[in-house]
Structures are given as structure tokens and as C-alpha cells.
């Protein structure tokens, strides 16, 4: 089954959400080195070949440290649609992937997708540094965590370092207002982002935080985020763009006044459920 059409509906809506949610996460992954080797070299100035050794477990550990509750249940909902002059809006692409989640590195989640057509299932389980994989009803195939075929589907899951923690949005969105609001059985912030607060959010989170989106037109996002640890409990996402969105070598042949509605949520529950256990499936 081609894992090109799930790959590109996720990756399209990824400058979106990276830019508020991922890439803020990844200025904290660069952070946590810099701040442990001064740490390193205070304590311990006389052999800083430890230091390395030391950091080197880090990425592996930390992608799962970085998620802020013991166990999750969550869905990513995702469908594209376009409207040609003459026609009626269709359905271009859509989308999810639900998934599990149990500290400190158990994962598995279900991709699904439909697009031109096609239409595919893909299962993933990763333990520690195992992982199983297969795709619809086929059989499972034992790989590793670090395998391309597995570091490859991670957007938007669990595995994803930066999916589900967002303290360096929370401090960034912070200067737009918010409610408060209880949601899946917790207590959250509620941040609302139209359009209007995109300038604001560029002297936040930098001018590039939207970059790679071409074509945009129209945006408007809704957070909720955990009080307590600032982790991402519901997120609703609406864009609509130009075919440029897709880039220049998409090749999807669409009018040049062609309009694209990109819709999104996730929805984060049974947080820290001790029901939720992930298992090998072989």
C-alpha cells in the first residue's frame, strides 16, 4: 500500500501546527543541552568527556520524557477539501490517526487515510526501542524504534517528541487572552487564534513561525492546554489557501483560483487512565 497520500495529508497541515505547536517544542529540545552541559561542567570541570557520554541517551529518553501525562488516549482528525470554479466542494484528502500513549515509551497508534482513490491502514506498537508495524490487514513485521519505516509515521502521534507538550506555547500564547474551561476531564486554558492574532503571535514565536505557508488565506485555531503541566488537551484548526499550499511540484493539476479548507482536531482523553496498557502484538 503506497504510505505516500497518508504521508502528504499530515505533512500539508504540519507547517501549520508545527509553527504553534512542534517547532516551539523543538526551541525547548535545543535548550535542555545547552542548559545540562554548563550544569556538567560546574560539577564535574575535570572530566567533561563524561558530559557527552552522558547526553548521548538523551534524544531516545527524552522524546517520551517530554509528554506531560502517564497515559493518553487521542485522535487526529484531518480532511482537505476543494472547491474549482463550476464544481462542487469534494473531499481531496482525509485523514486520523488515533493512538495510545503509557509512560515513559509505550506507543501505538493507527494511521488511516483516503486520497484520489486510495484508501490505506497503517498499525504501529513501539516498547522502549521495539516496535511492531503492519499495514492493513497483513502481518506484523518486528522492527526497531530508530527504523526509517518507523521514524517516518510518527507525525502526530505519541511518538512525536513535540506532539503533546507545549509549555514553550503556553508561555509564548500567554499574552493572548484565555479562559478557563474544563474539557475531557480536565482542567485547561482556552486560547482562541484567529487570523487577527497572527501578528502577534510572529513577535511571540518568531516571524517564521508560518513561513512555509504559501498560499494561506485564512486561519483560525483554538487550544485547550492543561493547567497544570501546560500539555495539549484539544486542539480545532480551520485554514483555507490557494492550491499553493501544495507547493509547486504537488502536480495536482487544480485551477489557479481553486480554494483548499484544511480542517483539523485533535482530542486528547482518558488522561493519565491507568486502564490504558499497550502490549507486543506478537
Not at 503509557?102 to 494511521?111: E, I, K, L, R
Not at 524504534?145 to 507538550?165: H, K, Q, V, Y
Not at 486560547?191 to 486561519?219: C, K, N, Q, V, W
Request: glycine residues 8%.
Amino acid at each position: 500500500m503506497p504510505r505516500l497520500p497518508r504521508l502528504l495529508a499530515l505533512l500539508l497541515i504540519a507547517p501549520l501546527l508545527t509553527g504553534l505547536l512542534v517547532a516551539c517544542g523543538d526551541d525547548g529540545d535545543e535548550k535542555e543541552p545547552t542548559a545540562t552541559a554548563p550544569a556538567a561542567e560546574e560539577t564535574a570541570t575535570e572530566a567533561p568527556p563524561t558530559t557527552p557520554e552522558a547526553t548521548e541517551p538523551e534524544p531516545t529518553d527524552t522524546s517520551a520524557g517530554l509528554i506531560p501525562f502517564d497515559s493518553v488516549h487521542y485522535v487526529v482528525d484531518l480532511e482537505i477539501t476543494i472547491a474549482q470554479p463550476g464544481e462542487a466542494e469534494e473531499t481531496f484528502i482525509s485523514g486520523q490517526v488515533e493512538g495510545d500513549y503509557v509512560a515513559p515509551d509505550s506507543h501505538a497508534f493507527t494511521n488511516t487515510f483516503e486520497f484520489g482513490g486510495l484508501s490505506g491502514t497503517e498499525e504501529i506498537v513501539i516498547i522502549g526501542d521495539d516496535a511492531w508495524i503492519r499495514e492493513g490487514q497483513g502481518d506484523w513485521t518486528a522492527t526497531s524504534r530508530l527504523a526509517s519505516e518507523i521514524a517516518d509515521t510518527i507525525d502526530l502521534t505519541s511518538a512525536d517528541p513535540g506532539f503533546l507538550s507545549a509549555t514553550d506555547l503556553a508561555e509564548g500564547i500567554s499574552a493572548l487572552d484565555s479562559e478557563a474551561e474544563s474539557i475531557n476531564g480536565v482542567q485547561t486554558r482556552r486560547y482562541h487564534i484567529p487570523r487577527e492574532a497572527i501578528e502577534t503571535l510572529s513577535e511571540i514565536l518568531g516571524e517564521d513561525f508560518l513561513a512555509d505557508t504559501a498560499g494561506l488565506e485564512d486561519f483560525e485555531m483554538t487550544v485547550w492546554l492543561d493547567e497544570e503541566t501546560d500539555g495539549l488537551v484539544r486542539a480545532e484548526l480551520t485554514a483555507t489557501a490557494s492550491p499553493d499550499i501544495f507547493g509547486d511540484d504537488a502536480g495536482f493539476n487544480l485551477a489557479e483560483n481553486a480554494t483548499v479548507t484544511i480542517s483539523m482536531t485533535i482530542d486528547v482523553t482518558q488522561i493519565n487512565d491507568p486502564d490504558i496498557e499497550i502490549e507486543p502484538p506478537v
